[in-house]
């Protein structure tokens, strides 16, 4: 089984300021871990990836997150926010084995303050 | 090359009815998956289809059917609608069923009143 746990349901940061979204992670096998972005009335836009390869993950638009295997974790970072940063975020897990079905966190609503 | 597309992008229908959403995938992807979006929460794994076959189900009753076409264009199908399946239906698109990415599309909106 596997199971995605998003800590802040709604995150507030100032324009200029480090952004810093939780997620933890449950997973029975070696799992791929994603962060995708919902805009307001667009799709889900992937973020960035984790593949078993490096831990240290960039993406695009600045986020970059740290898959941290001891602590279960999967933390997304962005060093200076951006007004158009503003979404909702969700972290998400997929087992490398079986059905590769995705598991969707309940999301963070990123506000960003001028 | 043209990104995943749904239809319709709005749809209000009353209990009882029946539905049906389809979705165009990315150009070169054979396999299909369908999500149900509550408002406020993640969106959650209905099905898969991989070359024209359910290749996996999360926990959705039977009256959530699909059906995937020879260009790989996909329906969902929703029987005997009930107050509760109000939601977005996100449609995704990959390479294959062990793909990295998967790549959605803008969502049809379905309210059931």
């Known amino acids: 089984a596997q199971s995605v746990t998003q800590l802040d349901s709604h995150v507030s940061v100032s324009e200029g300021t480090p952004v810093l979204l939780r997620c933890n992670y449950s997973?029975?096998?070696?799992?791929?871990l994603f962060w995708y972005v919902q805009h307001p009335n667009k799709g889900l836009q992937l973020l960035l990836k984790?593949?078993?390869?490096?831990?240290l993950v960039k993406g695009i638009n600045g986020f970059e997150a740290e898959f941290k295997k001891s602590e279960t974790s999967f933390h997304l970072t962005k060093p200076s926010a951006h007004m158009s940063d503003a979404a909702e975020y969700f972290c998400v897990v997929r087992p490398d084995t079986g059905r590769r079905a995705l598991t969707f966190g309940s999301g963070t609503r990123l506000q960003v303050q001028p | 090359e043209t990104g995943v597309t749904q239809s319709p992008t709005h749809l209000i229908k009353t209990r009882g009815q029946q539905v049906t959403l389809r979705c165009s995938s990315q150009?070169?992807?054979?396999?299909v998956s369908w999500y149900q979006q509550a408002l406020g929460q993640g969106p959650q794994f209905i099905f898969q289809?991989?070359?024209?076959?359910?290749?996996g189900r999360g926990n959705f009753p039977p009256r959530f059917s699909g059906l995937q076409f020879p260009n790989y264009s996909s329906e969902l199908n929703v029987n005997a609608l009930e107050l509760d399946d109000s939601a977005l239906y996100l449609c995704?698109?990959?390479?294959?069923?062990?793909?990295?990415?998967?790549?959605f599309g803008p969502g049809t909106r379905l309210t059931v009143l």
């Open positions: 997973s029975s096998y070696s799992p791929s």
């Open positions: 289809y991989y070359r024209e076959e359910e290749n």
């Open positions: 995704a698109s990959s390479s294959g069923w062990g793909a990295d990415t998967q790549y």
């Open positions: 150009s070169g992807h054979n396999t």
């Open positions: 984790y593949t078993s390869a490096a831990t």
